[in-house]
């Protein structure tokens, strides 16, 4: 009842329900199927890597393993682990696409020389990484006593005993170039044409490293590649970057140019493979951003 029906008295005329009318059934829209995405890769295959390690400190590892994201990135996508002493659950050196060999050779351990003897030839490519691996650096200082292997005395880089193709120095090498060089490495031995000649770029001045380090008279690095091969060229401008990067603080800045302690100096070839105006820069910094385009790509294939 209405309120005009409670004033006047008037009944309120009562409208007729309306049938009930059975509820139909809904109609089913057909689901569209959501065809899975896929993956999207520079090229088809991983390669296999391992990682080999000499007498060293395990710094170099450490330094692969900053790469936190980027590391998973790329054993997702481009390389499999087949070998790693802390990582990986295997024995024996097996047959990879790239060995990343740390630390120096003892000479009085035969194990040593047998793997290092064994790396070379189950490894299409060796990549001395690091500077024990490479010029010796500190471990060529070694005069034996240790109080666990008194008889192990005599320590040299990998180059003086097998053939190797790539140098990474440093003492670690930076994360970012291990990095570089592992996806560079990929797309060398399974990228096209137009990626293995960016690979072959950015690789060719660590592999004109090796070939150097090979050699007789040219085994070892110094502070004094500093001095003589940018200082004295009239290249250094003074930004600091050998200097922080030496490891054992063997460089100090003054009055804007660097000042080497030379019987500080270990030898591991860091100051010089940082420097800005050394060798990698001049020969890679007519294609740096076609290169690091690609390097960017191949660590984030979405996109994302």
């Known amino acids: 009842m209405g309120l005009l029906s409670l004033i006047f008295g ?54 692969l393993a900053d790469n936190y994201e980027g590391l998973f990135t790329i054993l997702d996508n481009y390389a499999d682990l087949v070998y790693c002493l802390t990582l990986a659950d295997a024995r024996h050196i097996p047959k990879m696409d790239v060995a990343l060999v740390e630390g120096s050779v ?31 650096n500190i471990t060529r200082f070694c005069r034996g006593g240790q109080w666990n292997q008194p008889q192990h005395e005599g320590f040299v880089p990998i180059g003086d005993v097998i053939d ?12 970012q170039q291990i990095r570089n060089v592992c996806v560079m490495a990929y797309l060398l031995l ?28 040219s085994s070892e690095a110094c502070g004094c590649d500093i001095m003589t091969k940018v200082i004295n060229q009239g290249l250094c401008m003074g930004c600091g970057t050998c200097a922080a990067s030496c490891p054992v603080f063997a460089i100090t800045m003054e009055e804007g140019k660097p000042n080497i302690e030379r019987d500080m100096c270990i030898k591991c070839g860091a100051c010089y493979a940082a420097c800005p105006r050394a060798f990698f820069s001049f020969d890679v910094v007519n294609q740096y951003e076609t290169i690091i385009d690609a390097i960017n790509g191949a660590m984030n294939p979405g996109g994302n």
Request: glycine share 8%; charged share 25%; with cysteine.
């Open 190 to 217: 399974k990228g096209n044409a137009e990626q293995q000649a960016l690979a072959k770029a950015y690789l060719a001045p660590l592999m004109a490293l090796a070939s150097e380090g090979s050699k007789a008279t």
């Open 106 to 136: 003892c000479l009085q351990d035969e194990c040593s020389v047998e793997e290092i003897k064994e790396t070379r030839e189950r490894a299409a490519v060796v990549v001395a990484l690091g500077g024990c691996a490479a010029y010796g």
């Open 10 to 63: 008037k009944k309120e005329k009562k409208e007729p329900a309306p049938k009930s009318q059975e509820p139909k059934a809904p109609v089913s829209k057909p689901i569209a199927k959501e065809e899975p995405k896929k993956e999207e890769r520079p090229v088809a295959n991983k390669i296999t890597v391992g990682h080999v390690h000499m007498s060293g400190c395990t710094g170099c590892l450490v330094s």
């Open 164 to 175: 190797v193709d790539v140098y990474i120095p440093g003492c670690a090498p930076c994360p």
